[in-house]
């Protein structure tokens, strides 16, 4: 049957199979297409995954589901927010584990999402309280943190020097070794929101006059280094990566947030990775959805991987984005928060917990984290 004339036979209720039915993601067999978000929850005390994330985890896992765990350290330099875990320390890699058996025990597929701040940090966050490292030494302005109530304070950062930069890949390298020890599936590594990787990519923050500088294939140089060396470690059936071109999070964006997508998406297939996971061009700020005449379709017609979309999807929009090819998962990350069954309430067309922003944040190991009610 052709795509028209499937087209014409579908039905509304025809359409929900998109979002439900299997795919092949790689050696991956997912029995849906709902995705955990990537989501900073800040419950990882002295930067070590605790026992509490064991039931956040398998809260949300479905036989063959994707979930992407929170940003997660490469160094003791890659800090910025308290209580986010890392993945560079023998004990972190340990504390994993337990994590990791718990979603695998469930059914589930598991990455590892791998993290560097870079200037969004503060001395306090940094070994021997140095300065925060970035592409540049440009600071940022003091920002309100995520969760509305506290602002955060910024140290200027140091550029790093080009004989540096190579040290700032082999993190990421060591972070990926490590997931893979820790029994993780697979490593994302987190080239979007404005940090360490975006500082280098997005000309609004790179003022760099080096071959990390300047032109779009320089500034795209240092991500696309560490994707080379991170497949090179463990394998590009086992990588995907999150970019989001069109974002000002944390004041980086980019004067041609088209080309920049399309060069990246374009540059990636060279690696043949398992997936690139992009971040809608409605996600301009933080949780706030706005109005834009852009979309992913020329990254998802260019990239030739499995594509990832992501950034405020509800049910409709993402069956919606589902039927109409615009991406092969979705990932979803407030209302996943909230709904610790959200495959299953998607199924049903079932009510959904509405998520509490004022806890998103918090450091309480059950309040905001694992007492969100399920369906029965």
Known sequence: ????????????????????????????????????????RQRSYNNVPQPHAILYYSQRTTKGGLLITEATGVSETAQGYQ????????????AWKPIVDAVHAKGGIF????????????????????????????????????SGVDIAEFTPPRRLRRDEIPQIVQDFVLAARNAIEAGFDGVEIHGANGYLIEQFMKDQVNDRTDDYGGSLENRCRFGLEILEAVVNEVGADRVGIRLSPFT????????????????????????????????????????????TPHSLQPMRNAFKGNFIAAG????????????????????????????????????????????????????????????YPFLE
């Not at 947030?257 to 996971?277: D, R, S």
Request: with cysteine.
């Open 1 to 40: 049957m052709g795509e028209e004339q499937r087209a014409e036979t579908m039905s509304d209720d025809d359409n929900i199979v998109s979002l439900l039915t299997p795919y092949k993601l790689g050696k991956f067999n997912l029995s849906h297409r709902v995705v955990l978000a990537p989501l900073t």
């Open 111 to 146: 990455f590892c999402q791998i993290w560097h701040v870079g200037r969004v940090s503060n001395s306090g966050f940094q070994p021997n309280g140095q300065a925060p490292i970035s592409s540049t030494d440009t600071p940022l302005k003091p920002a309100l943190r995520a």
């Open 248 to 291: 000002d999070f944390m004041e980086a964006g980019d004067s041609n947030p088209v080309a920049l997508g399309l060069y990246m998406a374009k540059a990636l297939n060279k690696f043949g990775i398992l997936y690139c996971h992009m971040i809608e061009p409605r996600m301009k700020m933080v949780l706030e959805k706005c109005e």
């Open 83 to 94: 209580y986010t875990p890392g993945i560079w320390t023998k004990e972190q890699v340990e």
């Open 312 to 371: 405020g999807y509800g049910r409709e929009d993402g069956i919606k984005a589902m039927s109409e090819n615009h991406a092969d998962l979705i990932a979803y990350g407030r209302w996943f928060l909230a709904n610790p069954d959200l495959p299953k309430r998607f199924e049903l067309n079932a009510p959904l917990n509405k998520y509490d922003r004022n806890t998103f944040y918090t450091s309480d190991p059950v309040i905001g984290y694992v007492d």
